[in-house]
């Protein structure tokens, strides 16, 4: 399978014009709220399988919110939640997160960002759709429905409104060009398949599945995917997508045209990717697992406990953050909570995230 590479494609995140914040037009949609009233439990079993304490396996109750627009120039984007819910510890998502550092957090992160009663951290799960004029992108697939994954009991056998809610955005399956996942875990991969008659098809009939080659080659080791999770990702959300022919390996510097561009941003995964969106110059940049959470802003050194490779995660993510610090380029990463998207900014000698509250 050929890698693809756009002719023109850019090699690295140049410093943002002063004058694209101005072309950000915010557009905020309150559209059809398809909630579901399932209350997922926690999952009481760290990564090791040992049951933590009994206040952690406290219930894990998913919200949906309302979905959000933006518009750059021609190119419309759209968020589509699959669930939102406190799920993880601090210690838990970040290893190196001492309890000292949370102390010294905590006034900001409550109760946006951390379950003040549990003390868990809130995570979302969500697409993000990019319309250009010439075609649809669907970024990152979340977990999925009906998917076997007991060792992450949070996405297990689930049965999420996701389609609804792509539905409610203006969106049917159909319409999807390119599927795009920033990097090949479990959360970013599900909605690739759907189940169907007992078997795992393409969810985007008519889109192509662009995956990075080097996140593929990665991945497609039996070895390595087990040092991750046994839970069988690959093979109901990945090899469908090979075996349909749908599937393209592509270069971490892949351009679909002049507005909307992939760049490499490994660490995270080896083949982790942002998307950029913007003329020339990143209007958006959509960061993927660069960060999980608002804490890595302002402690850039703290991992998350799923980083392949722990010290290109820290390098990767203090240069990210010091590329767009105080520059006019909106961040979406994948995982904050309602409202997800905002800025990058310096603040006594660190950063905060600034969220997009605008109404």
């Not at 690295?12 to 914040?21: C, E, H, I, L």
Request: net charge negative; with cysteine.
């Amino acid at each position: 399978m050929s890698v693809i590479r756009h002719p023109s494609a850019r090699r690295s995140f140049p410093g943002a014009r002063d004058k694209s914040k101005c072309n950000l037009a915010i557009l905020l949609q309150d559209a059809v709220d398809v909630a579901t009233s399932e209350a997922m439990p926690y999952d009481p079993f760290g990564r090791t399988g040992q049951p933590r304490r009994q206040q952690k396996a406290q219930a894990m109750t998913a919200t949906t919110s309302p979905i959000r627009h933006w518009r750059i120039g021609e190119v419309e984007i759209t968020r589509v939640l699959e669930f939102e819910a406190a799920l993880f510890e601090p210690a838990v998502i970040h290893p190196e997160a001492a309890p000292e550092i949370i102390k010294r957090h905590r006034s900001w992160l409550t109760p946006r960002l951390m379950d003040p009663v549990s003390g868990l951290m809130i995570f979302a799960f969500h697409s993000t759709v990019i319309k250009t004029p010439h075609a649809t992108i669907l970024v990152d697939t979340c977990s999925g429905n009906d998917k076997e994954r007991p060792h992450k009991l949070r996405y297990d056998k689930k049965n999420w409104p996701y389609l609804a809610n792509l539905a409610a955005a203006g969106f049917a399956p159909e319409d999807i060009d390119y599927v795009l996942c920033t990097h090949l875990h479990a959360d970013h991969v599900g909605w690739n398949t759907r189940l169907l008659d007992g078997r795992w098809v393409p969810t985007f009939p008519n889109a192509r599945y662009l995956f990075a080659r080097e996140e593929w080659e990665h991945w497609r080791v039996a070895e390595w995917r087990a040092a991750y999770t046994t839970d069988p990702y690959y093979e109901d959300s990945l090899l469908p997508i090979m075996e349909s022919g749908q599937a393209e390996l592509v270069a971490t510097d892949y351009v679909f045209d002049d507005n909307v561009w992939i760049e490499p941003w490994p660490g995270h995964t080896p083949g982790h990717v942002c998307v950029a969106v913007g003329s020339q110059q990143p209007s958006v940049v959509l960061s993927g697992d660069i960060m999980h959470t608002p804490l890595q802003c302002a402690e850039p050194q703290l991992n998350s406990c799923f980083c392949v490779d722990a010290d290109m995660a820290r390098a990767t993510r203090l240069r990210f953050i010091e590329t767009f610090a105080d520059r006019p380029v909106m961040i979406i990463p994948a995982h904050f909570p309602t409202p997800t998207a905002g800025w990058i900014r310096s603040q006594g000698g660190s950063f905060r995230f600034r969220f997009d509250d605008l109404r």
